[in-house]
């Protein structure tokens, strides 16, 4: 058997369909702090976002077989954690805000890691006065690395409207951060 880095992630699916069960736990592991971090974006809040991803990846696993082989299986996970954050934030009838926790490396000074920690709140906050129409794909584009066609596969959105609200939610960030 190839090297667990070697395989890809459909190789993956397809190897957990026809039987071999225990390699879903590879998924889960290559994808479990992406798509924890992605949730916490949308939920504002560290246990919601565990709670969501678990129910992601259970209701991935229930549906495996009915995975779309001509989409990513990135993209396709990151679909279903989008839809389910969704579902938990209206069923919360919470105004969305992100929380992000910064991690610093051990050799910075404390200056330089005071005014990092302070460029983030700052950011975060600009981020938390969006709606959530705007933040998703800002966070899949920027924070996530998700392409135009990726951002469209996951928010069922077509590229060009993709485009169209990541450049209005930079100009929200701008108006934003500069009132500040």
Same mark, same amino acid.
């Not at 129910?55 to 229930?62: D, G, V, W």
């Not at 993209?75 to 805000?97: E, F, G, L, P």
């Not at 590229?159 to 100009?171: C, D, L």
């Given at each position: 058997?190839?090297? %667990?880095?070697?395989? =890809?992630?459909?190789?993956?699916? *397809?190897?957990?369909?026809? *039987?071999?069960?225990?390699?879903?736990? !590879?998924?889960?592991?290559?994808?479990?702090?992406?798509?924890? /971090?992605? &949730?916490?974006?949308?939920?504002?809040? #560290?246990?919601?976002? &565990?709670?969501?991803?678990?129910?992601? +990846?259970?209701?991935?696993? &229930? @549906?495996?077989? =009915? +995975?779309?082989?001509?989409?990513? +299986?990135?993209?396709?996970?990151? /679909?279903?954690?989008? @839809? %389910?954050?969704?579902?938990?934030?209206?069923?919360?009838?919470?105004?969305? =805000?992100?929380?992000?926790?910064?991690?610093?490396?051990? @050799? #910075?000074?404390?200056?330089?890691?005071?005014?990092?920690?302070?460029?983030? &709140?700052?950011?975060?906050?600009?981020?938390?006065?969006?709606?959530?129409?705007?933040?998703?794909? !800002?966070? !899949?584009?920027? !924070?996530?690395?998700?392409?135009?066609?990726?951002?469209?596969?996951?928010?069922?959105?077509?590229? *060009?409207?993709? *485009?169209?609200?990541?450049?209005?939610?930079?100009?929200?960030?701008?108006?934003?951060?500069?009132?500040?």
């Amino acid at each position: 058997m190839q090297m %667990q880095q070697d395989v =890809s992630d459909e190789q993956l699916v *397809g190897l957990v369909c026809s *039987g071999e069960l225990d390699r879903y736990e !590879l998924i889960i592991r290559r994808y479990q702090q992406k798509l924890l /971090r992605y &949730a916490l974006y949308l939920a504002n809040d #560290e246990q919601l976002a &565990a709670d969501i991803v678990q129910e992601a +990846f259970i209701k991935a696993y &229930a @549906n495996l077989n =009915s +995975f779309n082989q001509r989409l990513t +299986f990135s993209s396709w996970m990151y /679909r279903i954690v989008h @839809n %389910q954050a969704m579902n938990v934030v209206r069923k919360n009838k919470q105004h969305v =805000s992100m929380d992000a926790v910064m991690h610093l490396e051990s @050799n #910075e000074n404390l200056e330089d890691e005071y005014v990092r920690q302070e460029l983030s &709140a700052h950011l975060h906050h600009c981020i938390e006065q969006m709606p959530i129409l705007y933040k998703a794909p !800002l966070t !899949l584009y920027f !924070l996530e690395e998700k392409t135009y066609v990726e951002i469209s596969d996951i928010l069922r959105i077509p590229i *060009g409207t993709v *485009g169209t609200r990541i450049n209005r939610a930079k100009s929200m960030m701008r108006k934003v951060c500069q009132k500040k």
